[in-house]
């Protein structure tokens, strides 16, 4: 995910203010977003660090993820199924429901398995409740389970869409050259939802197998200390690259392979 700092979700006021004062500054919303060109099927990531040019990679993980468009309770829906494979074993796994048409949640579930460590946590917008192996955790008074539903209550309350899936959304953008993009992210578990601003700041080619350049559009993010490119293909609008700086000293790739099983 990437680094999460920054904009309290703004009012509408706020928001108009906004609007007038940056005319290249599209904000996503249920009204553009463009659901039609998130791509169904499987697809896996190959995630990885460095610390230099010529240092093996290091925390390398595959991502398997498979986006399907289904019914559920006679409501048209996108399911994102993910599986996250760290050495020889399946540290996360999530299955995140939402509304076909306008991507915002409706139900996210995650599976971690950190330093052996066991957790299950189920976001249900629809209910409005949260529940953490299988106990409700709106009833969790401490700092950080307030801080929690206090973060998911006003997620509930406005338009969003899952940071969880970031790669996903990206794909549902409404791409323009020398755009900036504010898209309402919230992830499940944090504090509050955020615009987070996103610039398509020029096209690029990456060549594929047998040398064909795929055309893309490089999607890119900056906040201190974090520095974000992704490219993304102008056909399927599928991420096909992440490259991350993280404070000059360590990057972060994301990789989609053209091959999957």
């Known amino acids: 995910m990437p680094v999460k700092l920054l904009f309290l979700f703004l009012s509408p006021l706020c928001l108009g203010n906004a609007l007038a004062q940056q005319n290249d500054t599209v904000y996503i919303s249920a009204a553009n977003i463009k659901t039609h060109q998130l791509k169904e099927g499987r697809s896996t990531y190959l995630v990885y660090m460095k610390t230099g040019k010529e ?14 468009r289904k019914k559920e309770r006679d409501k048209d829906v996108i399911e994102v199924w993910q599986s996250w494979e760290y050495k020889d074993t399946i540290v996360h796994t999530a299955t995140s429901i939402c509304d076909a048409q306008t991507f915002k949640p409706l139900s996210h579930e995650s599976w971690w398995n950190k330093n052996g460590k066991k957790t299950t946590s189920v976001f249900d917008y629809q209910a409005r409740c949260i529940t953490v192996d299988g106990a409700d955790a709106t009833k969790d008074r401490s700092e950080k389970g307030t801080q929690t539903t206090n973060g998911f209550l006003a997620a509930v309350h ?97 990789i989609k392979l053209a091959l999957d099983n």
């Not at 240092?55 to 399907?68: A, E, G, L």
Request: charged residues 20%; aromatic residues 18%.
């Open 55 to 68: 240092v093996p990679r290091s925390m390398t993980q595959f991502w398997s993820i498979d986006v399907k």
């Open 158 to 254: 406005h338009y969003h869409l899952n940071w969880h899936l970031d790669l996903e959304v990206f794909s549902t953008l409404p791409f323009a050259l020398h755009t900036t993009y504010a898209i309402p992210f919230y992830e499940a578990g944090y504090k509050q939802p955020e615009y987070i601003f996103y610039t398509v700041a020029g096209e690029d080619n990456l060549e594929g197998y047998g040398g064909h350049d795929v055309a893309c559009w490089l999607l890119t993010h900056e906040t201190p200390g974090n520095i974000e490119k992704y490219w993304i293909s102008k056909t399927t609008y599928e991420v096909l690259k992440l490259e991350q700086d993280i404070g000059g000293k360590m990057s972060r790739y994301k």
